[in-house]
């Protein structure tokens, strides 16, 4: 191969913004997984790390292996998988309608923004206290952190893609004949609507990220209690397990929100090669 010819590859390999295939982006995303743990178990066995600190790839597979089979953690997982459905769920049903009508109405955006905006600043995590004064220890304080962790800040992206629908397709709307309502029915919510999957997938993946916080509120079930018990008695290899498989799930359910944005929506994203 000329000198030539392999300048052309690279610069076919790396071309600014031009899309991959989903082979490339299979291979790419399995090389650097294997790499990354490639290396964390080579360094694990050459002793470079402490042991009980930073087990090896191998002890925690072994570890989780041991816990799905042999200990409660599948009841763990189911517990934690509810608690984010859940909470994410009661989310979406106030930010959907508030943003959209945030997003189409001014006079709405002029009540309700100053309200939102300054909620989007507060830390989630500063609530546990009184949350757990005005719930208890039950189910409640942790399903309202995580409510609380996501919603302000979903209101707000919404508001904004309604916000960026075409004037010009709602002074169509309006001059043959739609009224408010209508117009928000058969214009804005179907030219928002991709948007809104988008920005909520986004936002699980926050809710995923506040879950452990969520389930050391004085809880005995979830990923996050098992963790918390864990590092009581310094078992790193479970509190690794634990990571790893909130980080599987929300990779899983971010999957789960692509295929179905391109089900749902299958001419924004053209042929893929």
Partial sequence: MTVSNKSNNRRQWLQLRKPVSSRQSLISAIFIWVLFFAVWEGVARAGLVNSLLVPSPHAIVTTLVDMLINR???????????????????????????GIMMGAFPAVEAVANPFVSAWRYLPA??????????????????????????????????MDHTKQVRKELIETGLTLGGDRWTIVRTIILPSVMPNILTAMRQMLAV???????????????????????????????????????????????????????????????????
């Fill in 72 to 98: 409660d953690f599948v009841y763990d997982i189911l517990i934690s998988i509810w608690r984010v459905v859940l909470s994410f769920g009661i989310a979406c049903s106030v930010a959907i309608p508030l």
């Fill in 125 to 158: 995590p500063s609530f546990i206290p009184i949350l757990l004064m005005w719930f208890g220890t039950g189910e409640t304080p942790k399903l309202a952190l995580l409510v609380i962790g996501v919603i302000f800040f979903l209101i707000t992206l919404i």
């Fill in 207 to 273: 809710t995923w990220t506040y879950l452990v916080i969520a389930e050391i509120v004085a809880s005995t079930t979830g990923i996050g209690a098992m963790m918390m018990r864990a590092r009581r008695f310094l078992h790193t290899d479970e509190i690794m397990a634990g990571i790893i498989v909130i980080g599987a799930l929300g990779l899983t359910f971010d999957i789960l929100f692509r295929k179905l944005h391109r089900w749902l929506f299958p001419y924004l994203h053209g042929r893929e090669s």
